[in-house]
């Protein structure tokens, strides 16, 4: 089932990159698989100036991100940059790179100690996945210049426009969704963020390629979560409803629809 859901995404990856060439996906799953590097560090198949003009260009075109400047010491006008991958970036490297040998995925899965529940939050991350590449791809949508690729992941509900065939697959495709996202939710959690952490988990991909970390991100959840009780199926504590409420006053939102 693994290699069968690896091989569908790298194939559904090359379909909604269309700007992006062999060299270009070869570059990003070099940082998939090396991380926060220099581009000295990259290394394929072309000339280093080559993979270098490519790093300028896939930075300019938000796939990577710069992480870190150091400044020379004798030379305060120039520096040594370090780059890593961006949400888009890290959702373009899966079209030679498994999602699982991935430095973010691997990142993201790190604080989970239960290694069967770091299987279950993987193989819905593998599902999602699936299905939103296909929901993409069948649109007729490329990912290339979207800007907020966080928000398009999270919005792919509507089939409106497809035919009767691909709805009956997209129907497939979200019973295997469902029945991971439902597993999850089943689980024991400590903290019910750590199973929104998981579930939203190109949101915390994107936070974690930005330099949050893993503490930083489930205290953001409980600072600004503000309705999980629809997307969880758990009761919304006591701190969730002063957030509520005071949306409810301050802005006239009902929450609840």
């Known amino acids: 089932m693994s290699i069968y859901q690896n091989k569908l995404i790298k194939s559904l990856t090359k379909d909604v990159f269309?700007?992006?060439?062999k060299h270009d996906f070869a570059i990003?799953?070099?940082f998939a698989v090396k991380g926060e590097v220099t581009r000295h560090k990259i290394i394929t198949t072309q000339d280093k100036k080559t993979?270098?003009?490519r790093i300028d260009i896939l930075f300019e075109r938000e796939f990577l991100i710069l992480r870190k400047s150091?400044?020379?010491r004798n030379q305060p006008h120039k520096s040594t940059k370090y780059f890593g991958l961006s949400l888009?970036?890290?959702l373009a490297s899966l079209r030679y790179c498994n999602i699982e040998d991935n430095y973010l995925t691997k990142k993201?899965?790190?604080e989970i100690k239960n290694k069967s529940l770091s299987k279950l939050i993987l193989d819905n991350m593998k599902n999602d996945l699936i299905r939103n590449l296909s929901y993409t791809f069948f649109m007729g949508i490329t990912l290339d210049k979207i800007k907020?690729?966080?928000s398009w992941i999270g919005e792919l509900h509507e089939l409106a426009g497809f035919s009767d065939k691909d709805i009956i697959n997209f129907e497939i495709m979200d019973d295997s969704c469902n029945q991971t996202f439902n597993e999850l939710r089943e689980q024991d959690f400590d903290n019910p963020n750590i199973l929104y952490y998981a579930i939203q988990w190109y949101s915390s991909i994107d936070d974690l390629a930005n330099g949050l970390s893993y503490s930083k991100i489930i205290k953001t959840w409980d600072e600004n979560m503000y309705n999980v009780e629809p997307i969880l199926g758990i009761d919304v504590s006591e701190s969730y409803q002063k957030i509520i409420d005071k949306f409810k006053k301050e802005f006239k939102m009902?929450?609840?629809k």
Request: aromatic letters at 12%.
């Open 88 to 90: 888009k970036g890290f």
């Open 148 to 150: 907020n690729i966080h």
């Open 254 to 256: 009902d929450l609840t």
């Open 51 to 53: 993979v270098s003009k």
């Open 108 to 110: 993201f899965l790190k």
């Open 70 to 72: 150091t400044p020379f």
């Open 18 to 21: 269309l700007l992006l060439d």
């Open 28 to 30: 990003l799953n070099d």
